[in-house]
């Protein structure tokens, strides 16, 4: 090939000595670039770095971001207030009513066995026993059972009404919301006993029982009279639907709100009768 | 002052008035319609005055409006009409609020332009003749709306 043909890089002296010292060099770049291109060997060598990192990063997050993590927290949670207390309260009620449901049966059930060892008591049995009674009165009270016929789920102050079931035809029941709440307010202005709210109302055959939450209040209709334990029984249902179905945001003007608690409250509180023949027969 | 003729005006009457002199409230309601859409406006009819202690203050929270109502044919009714709104405004921080000069049709229309001045009430009503009534509790739901 003539000189005049030659590549210039061939031809430029200064360029073949490059050639000559960088070849080592050239090579490990191709090496390196040849890594980089091939995803099995880059994981290779990078996959280790990233667990000895992230391992790292574990043992020292709680050190190096405990403060910035504690007051993200903070501030949600004085941000959310409403909803934390909203979703707290359910819970802690029906912590705290377990309890001294429990610690009064504890009680109810020492008595009882002391009454158990008495003559009366062996002789109370026989008597039912004999007569029949036992039968007779676990119908008649079977059929008596208290139910719940209407159910309100109120905002408090407003008495906006949020939600609502009936088994039967009543007044108009925004009205009813409003009344009831302005019932609240009054009772609790005139008596003054601090936190306390109004939680029953008795009227002919109907007991009104009410639950307070924080934003809002339940309160359910009931037809024939309630014992304590099934007012328990029955409060024990309301956290139970408040913990399942009211864990959001609640306004008073969601339509769709509406329509899911009326469904809701209908299926909590009206296809079952709050005492079960069991329970009855344990009382007895 | 006039309140519960001004109610009455309004809306259905569903329930006795006796509960005004019982509890010291009524509540009843009318559906409107605003911008084609219905709006139920749920009213509470409070006996008594904003700054008598007999009134439960727990009967104003969670209102969304409050009409202030006095009566221009007794002056006196507006003597306490500033440190009553400062009340509400306390209890009720951004709630809306109109204030209603009621009974119209008894004072004369020079009577009218001084309480007018004096006062600055926001609509000027007579429960006895209807006059503004309906417009009165109208632009209250429109406001809630836009609110």
């Known amino acids: 090939m003539p000189v005049s043909q030659q590549p210039e890089h061939q031809s430029d002296p200064l360029q073949q000595l490059r050639n000559i010292l960088l070849r080592p060099e050239q090579e490990r770049i191709t090496h390196i670039h040849n890594i980089l291109e091939e995803k099995e060997p880059l994981a290779e060598r990078v996959v280790p770095i990233i667990e000895e990192q992230l391992s790292e990063f574990e043992a020292h997050f709680p050190k190096a971001y405990q403060l910035a993590v504690d007051r993200l927290v903070e501030r949600k949670i004085r941000e959310s207030q409403e909803e934390m207390i909203d979703m707290l309260y359910p819970v802690m009620g029906t912590m705290i009513r377990k309890y001294i449901a429990q610690q009064l049966q504890e009680l109810r059930e020492s008595v009882e066995q002391q009454l158990e060892r008495s003559f009366l008591a062996r002789l109370r049995d026989r008597f039912f026993r004999a007569g029949g009674v036992r039968e007779a009165d676990l119908v008649l009270r079977n059929a008596a059972l208290p139910r719940v016929r209407e159910a309100y789920i109120i905002e408090q102050h407003s008495g906006l009404l949020l939600g609502s079931a009936s088994t039967q035809e009543v007044v108009d029941k925004e009205l009813i919301a409003g009344m009831l709440t302005a019932i609240k307010s009054f009772v609790v202005d005139a008596f003054r006993r601090g936190t306390t709210q109004l939680e029953l109302i008795e009227y002919a055959g109907y007991q009104i029982l009410i639950r307070d939450f924080h934003t809002y209040y339940v309160a359910l209709a009931v037809e024939g009279k309630m014992t304590t334990k099934e007012q328990e029984q029955l409060s024990d249902q309301i956290a139970t639907f408040v913990q399942n179905e009211l864990a959001r945001k609640i306004r008073a003007d969601d339509a769709s709100l509406h329509l899911h608690l009326g469904k809701t409250l209908k299926e909590y509180f009206m296809k079952t009768t709050p005492l079960s023949t069991e329970a009855i027969q344990g009382q007895l | ?147």
Request: glycine residues 6%.
């Open chain 2, 1 to 147: 002052m006039g309140k519960t003729s001004l109610f009455h005006r309004f809306v259905y009457n569903t329930f006795s008035d006796q509960y005004l002199t019982t509890i010291g409230v009524k509540v009843d309601k009318r559906v409107v319609d605003v911008s084609g859409e219905p709006l139920s406006l749920i009213l509470w009819d409070i006996a008594g005055e904003v700054s008598q202690k007999k009134v439960p203050k727990t009967y104003f929270l969670g209102a969304s409006a409050v009409i202030y109502v006095f009566d221009l044919s007794r002056k006196q009714t507006a003597d306490n009409l500033k440190s009553d709104l400062k009340l509400i405004q306390k209890i009720l921080p951004g709630c809306l609020i109109k204030v209603v000069g009621n009974k119209k049709d008894l004072v004369s229309e020079e009577e009218l332009i001084i309480l007018e001045r004096t006062h600055n009430p926001d609509f000027l009503t007579s429960a006895k003749t209807g006059e503004n009534v309906e417009t009165l509790f109208m632009e209250i739901a429109s406001e809630l709306v836009s609110y």
